[in-house]
């Protein structure tokens, strides 16, 4: 059985997501003694929202969001329908975006990752209570570090892609 190109895609968006959600929920246990938590669900739909086919994109996002759902007290497959339907939109008006463009991709990540924020916290409203300074306190710390990252989990999904496509390219630059 051979393994096709958009096959290589989708793992590597899949542990690329994987790897981003490990470091989120390490970060959100450092951040736990001051009541802060950080969201960065817009960042695993983005990339393969703009940059990747629609049926790699889609089955990418929703992985990503059963994955995310397993961990999260909500029903499960929440988060892939949620991830689902803004890849959706995403990919229908990337063709009006310069979504080569790095500055493109961090406002196409910060717009979905506070849609789903607002999202999710509005679904989740009457289950637990929860202060509204406590609600905007995570956004904005989730916002600067979306804003923060967001070039290098897009330099690290687009190097990877890069070392499974074109594999003699990367032992040149590498020097091996």
Known sequence: MKITDSQRRLVVMI???WLLLILTRQTNHVLAPWSIS????????????????????LISCLFLGFLVGVWSPLGFGTHALLFGLAH???FRIRKRLAASELAIGITVVLIANLALFVVLTFWTLG?????????LSDLIVSQLIIGSITPW???????????????W????RSGV
């Open 15 to 17: 542990l690329s997501g």
């Open 38 to 57: 950080i969201w960065l669900g817009g960042l695993l739909v983005a990339f393969p929202a703009l940059h990747l086919n629609f049926r790699t994109g």
């Open 88 to 90: 959706v939109i995403i």
């Open 127 to 135: 289950q637990a209570p929860v202060s509204g300074l406590r609600i």
């Open 153 to 167: 989990f897009f330099a690290l999904q687009t190097r990877s892609l890069d070392l499974i496509q074109k594999p």
């Open 169 to 172: 390219r990367a032992r040149v």
